[in-house]
Nanobody
Framework: QVQLVESGGGLVQPGGSLRLSCAAS????????MGWYRQAPGKQRELVAS???????NYADFVKGRFTISRANAKNTMYLEMNGLKPEDTAVYYC??????????WGQGTQVTVSS
C-alpha cells in the first residue's frame, strides 16, 4: 500500500502562484509514475501533469508553460509549481501514484481557489 498526502493549496488571486506538495509513504519502491489530477465542481477528474521515475514529464495543454511538475526522490515527494493561475484553475487537486497496471493510489486532495 502507498499513502499520499497533499499540501499547499489555498486561496490566491488571478495571476498568482502556489506550490503543491505530495508526500508518499508505505510501499513506494514499486511506484513508476506519479501525477497531479484536478476536479472542479460538476466536472470529471482530469490529468494536470505526470512524471515518471526517469523524470519524463507530461502536461495537459491547459497548463503548459504555467505549471511545472517535479520530484525529490530522496524525500519521496512530488511537487506542482503553479504560476499564472486563472479562475478556471479552481479545483480540488489530487496526487496519484501507480505501481502496476491496475494499482493506483490517491491522496485526499487539496483545494485550490483562484479568485479576486
Amino acid at each position: 500500500q502507498v499513502q499520499l498526502v497533499e499540501s499547499g493549496g489555498g486561496l490566491v488571486q488571478p495571476g498568482g502562484s502556489l506550490r503543491l506538495s505530495c508526500a508518499a509513504s508505505g510501499s513506494i519502491f514499486g511506484i513508476y509514475v506519479m501525477g497531479w489530477y484536478r476536479q472542479a465542481p460538476g466536472k470529471q477528474r482530469e490529468l494536470v501533469a505526470s512524471i515518471t521515475n526517469g523524470g519524463s514529464t507530461n502536461y495537459a495543454d491547459f497548463v503548459k508553460g504555467r505549471f511545472t511538475i517535479s520530484r525529490a526522490n530522496a524525500k519521496n515527494t512530488m511537487y506542482l509549481e503553479m504560476n499564472g493561475l486563472k479562475p478556471e484553475d479552481t479545483a480540488v487537486y489530487y496526487c496519484n501514484a501507480k505501481d502496476g497496471p491496475a494499482r493506483s493510489y490517491w491522496g485526499q486532495g487539496t483545494q485550490v481557489t483562484v479568485s479576486s
